[in-house]
């Protein structure tokens, strides 16, 4: 009787867990949507320094009653300056967006800001990421909708699209309105 290697069954084990991990990836609610362990809880501390003569916010502006969005950002960031005029728009419509500059060069940034405008209500920098890492950040830009409490409703990663905006920042921003 022939006895099998391990070095035989190895190759089709290793396979067979691929497809495992891929089909569950794949089976997701959302298979776009990156996993956050914030939302649902209070938004972490918030850490920033001025940015030049810009307004500043505090933790305190998270949880004073209006709904909010956090906009991570970075001047040095392609996807950033994509979603900028969607964030014009939308403060434009009223809503108040505080902005984090993210890791960068405190001309850079406000020279992005002066060529392309300023939807921030207050913006602070984030130049050693610190705030960043504790609010879970997996990279530039991405957006917190924050209800009044100060609890994180939604985290979105990536550039807020048109799309986006409507599927998924709208009715994040009606439940945290209680609609």
């Known amino acids: ?5 391990p070095l035989m069954i190895a190759p089709p084990a290793i396979f067979a867990a691929l497809v495992i991990t891929f089909g569950v990836g794949m089976f997701r609610e959302d298979p776009d949507a990156l996993p956050s362990a914030r939302e649902g809880q209070s938004a972490p501390p918030v850490q920033v320094t001025a940015l030049g003569d810009k307004a500043v916010f505090a933790d305190a502006d998270l949880r004073d009653g209006e709904v909010k969005l956090v906009n991570f950002w970075a001047s040095w960031c392609a996807p950033c300056r994509v979603e900028h005029p969607n964030l014009e728009a939308l403060s434009a419509e009223g809503l ?27 913006i602070g920098a984030d130049g050693s990421g610190r705030m960043g890492l504790d609010w879970g950040l997996y990279g530039v830009p991405e957006t917190y909708v924050i209800d009044g409490n100060g609890q994180v409703i939604l985290r979105f990663a990536g550039p807020l699209t048109q799309r986006a905006i409507e599927e998924r920042l709208r009715p994040a921003l009606a439940q945290a309105r209680g609609n």
Do not use: C, H, Q, W
Request: hydrophobic content about 40%; cysteine-free.
């Open 1 to 5: 009787m022939a006895r099998l290697s």
């Open 96 to 122: 108040t967006i505080l902005g984090v500059n993210y890791k960068d060069e405190p001309g850079n940034a406000l020279g992005f800001l002066d060529e392309l405008g300023d939807p921030y209500a207050a």
